[in-house]
């Protein structure tokens, strides 16, 4: 899906430095609404860099959340549109039903519980409960990420990454500007272009894509998306070479709320020009008190018990 928002009419940005941000600039940030302008006295990296630190610092302050996550992925050459609640708590915690397009499909991952196990029920005859690695075929069938990469931080992580590594490489534009409404909330929004091109890496011995992307320092379903000649995380032999992106995606649009600064929209086109992914969360409330019983197999509102 193609994001529309209102930009500002200054310049694309490039450079190959990235500056400190300061107190100043954040405080702009917060009391200008995210309207940017080239006769700004604090510059427009320093205000990006002070909203990725403002959205960071929110989220160090945000112990549980919940809403609903309209997602939608690129697999091959088919859009995948899913729609899910969730709840998430930390340390690690996320319990996750679907509405569509496998309605009362729930899934239950507690890092460190159940040997790390995904607890999970299809929702639909057989219904049997099932315990599944995070990182199998089965749990990631129809995702882009596993179940571990779940939630807000990991969302702003990848965006930030890009946006500072862009900025530090010199090599792609990052604009900010105000972004509208969006979910029912203002935003800011921050654009990224980038030039699509990367490297190749040589896989090694006993080495699947999850390693080599670890190694890399790539997600590991980008580089499986722009390697046609690579079918599975494990479709790979030692001495073979893959492509690994420079960058996440060749265009990404990030959108967060003026209210609380955190991400509720991320949208990101592949090298090759095409929708890659979009992330939307939907009534997300902050800090709602979530217990254990909201993870918990056996709560009475849940269907992974039969009664």
């Given at each position: 899906?193609?994001v529309q928002g209102c930009q500002d009419a200054s310049p694309a940005l490039s450079t190959g430095h990235t500056r400190r941000f300061s107190a100043a600039s954040l405080a702009l940030i917060l009391l200008w609404g995210g309207h940017v ?170 080495e699947n894509l999850w390693k080599l992307a670890k190694r890399v320092g790539q997600d590991m379903y980008v580089i499986l998306h722009h390697n046609d000649d690579v079918h599975s995380p494990r479709g790979v032999r030692p001495g073979q ?67």
């Amino acid at each position: 899906m193609n994001v529309q928002g209102c930009q500002d009419a200054s310049p694309a940005l490039s450079t190959g430095h990235t500056r400190r941000f300061s107190a100043a600039s954040l405080a702009l940030i917060l009391l200008w609404g995210g309207h940017v302008s080239a006769q700004a006295p604090a510059s427009e990296i320093d205000q990006i860099e002070a909203l990725l630190q403002r959205s960071s610092e929110a989220l160090a302050d945000i112990f549980d959340y919940r809403g609903t996550l309209v997602k939608r992925e690129r697999f091959g050459d088919e859009l995948i549109g899913q729609t899910m609640e969730f709840k998430f708590s930390r340390p690690f915690k996320v319990y996750v039903k679907y509405l569509e397009p496998y309605p009362g499909r729930e899934i239950i991952y507690i890092r460190g519980a159940n040997r790390n196990k995904v607890r999970a029920h299809k929702g639909s005859v057989p219904d049997i409960p099932v315990r599944l690695s995070p990182f199998g075929r089965i749990s990631m069938q129809g995702n882009h990420h596993p179940i571990t990469s779940f939630g807000l931080e990991r969302m702003l992580r990848v965006a930030a990454h890009g946006i500072r590594k862009a900025i530090a490489r010199g090599d792609a534009s990052v604009r900010l500007s105000d972004g509208g409404m969006v979910l029912g909330n203002p935003t800011w929004r921050i654009d990224m272009q980038t030039k699509p091109g990367g490297y190749h890496v040589t896989v090694r011995d006993s080495e699947n894509l999850w390693k080599l992307a670890k190694r890399v320092g790539q997600d590991m379903y980008v580089i499986l998306h722009h390697n046609d000649d690579v079918h599975s995380p494990r479709g790979v032999r030692p001495g073979q070479k893959v492509f690994v992106p420079r960058y996440y995606g060749s265009r990404g649009e990030f959108f967060f709320t003026k209210r609380t600064h955190v991400m509720i929209k991320a949208v990101t086109w592949d090298h090759r020009g095409k929708l890659y992914e979009s992330y939307e969360l939907k009534g997300l409330e902050l800090n709602p008190g979530l217990d254990a019983r909201d993870f918990d197999y056996r709560n009475e509102d849940y269907d992974f018990v039969s009664r």
